[in-house]
């Protein structure tokens, strides 16, 4: 157990619509990045958040979109969502104070038809 | 960003030592290398974590040579339940790259 809980684990949508994912991270933990995971490939870097502050961006179109709380908790928006976009979405927290061990969610499994 | 290279696969059987070899031409001087575990709908584990030398604690070692070009993760006595994708990342910022890992299949 990473103490990282994300919700819900798994979720059908349909072309178009709006998704939101929910991520708590561990204790004491600033710093909550999100990835995408599709069939069969490792993880990709969607973005990361640190002091609810974007602190960098990978390859992923402004649809994808997030936030994180002062509790550090965080979410993952995804707008018009993509036959693409299904896929298991990860959240990570870790703590830049102790080094960069990502300690991961089980992850939301989206399905979008 | 440092890439890294390690085999698609490989096949075991229990009982034994698993060595996993991983290249990173590019690393820079503040990166460290870490592996991860991942099990079937799962988010990764960490494993393990060195910036030289050799690293071990109680389910793997790895080990660095001087240069730091490459890093092998070695799983002693592995079992069944090993039986996962493992990721060796080069770490040194805020974007953590994975690239798409080695499937390791331990048969008895």
């Known amino acids: 157990e990473t103490g990282v809980t994300q919700s819900p684990t798994h979720l059908i949508k349909t072309r178009g619509q709006q998704v939101t994912l929910r991520c708590s991270s561990q204790?004491?933990?600033?710093?909550v990045s999100w990835y995408q995971q599709a069939l069969g490939q490792g993880p990709q870097f969607i973005f990361q958040?640190?002091?609810?502050?974007?602190?960098g961006r990978g390859n992923f179109p402004p649809r994808f979109s997030g936030l994180q709380f002062p509790n550090y908790s965080s979410e993952l928006n995804v707008n018009a969502l993509e036959l693409d976009d299904s896929a298991l979405y990860l959240c990570?927290?870790?703590?830049?104070?102790?080094?960069?061990?990502?300690?991961f969610g089980s992850g939301t499994q989206l399905s979008v038809l | 960003l440092a890439k890294t290279t390690q085999p698609i696969s490989m096949d075991s059987y229990e009982g034994q030592e698993v060595n996993i070899t991983c290249s990173h031409n590019n690393i820079a001087t503040n990166d460290y290398i870490t592996w991860y575990q991942q099990f079937p709908s799962q988010g990764p584990r960490f494993i393990i974590q060195?910036?030289?030398t050799k690293v071990t604690n109680e389910v793997a070692s790895l080990f660095i040579p001087a240069d730091r070009k490459s890093s092998t993760l070695s799983l002693p006595r592995v079992s069944l339940s090993d039986t996962a994708v493992y990721y060796c990342l080069v770490i040194g910022g805020f974007k953590t790259i994975f690239g798409a890992g080695t499937r390791l299949f331990v048969k008895a």
């Open positions: 990570a927290s870790s703590s830049k104070d102790v080094g960069e061990k990502l300690f």
């Open positions: 060195g910036y030289k």
């Open positions: 204790s004491g933990h600033n710093t």
């Open positions: 958040y640190y002091r609810e502050e974007e602190n």
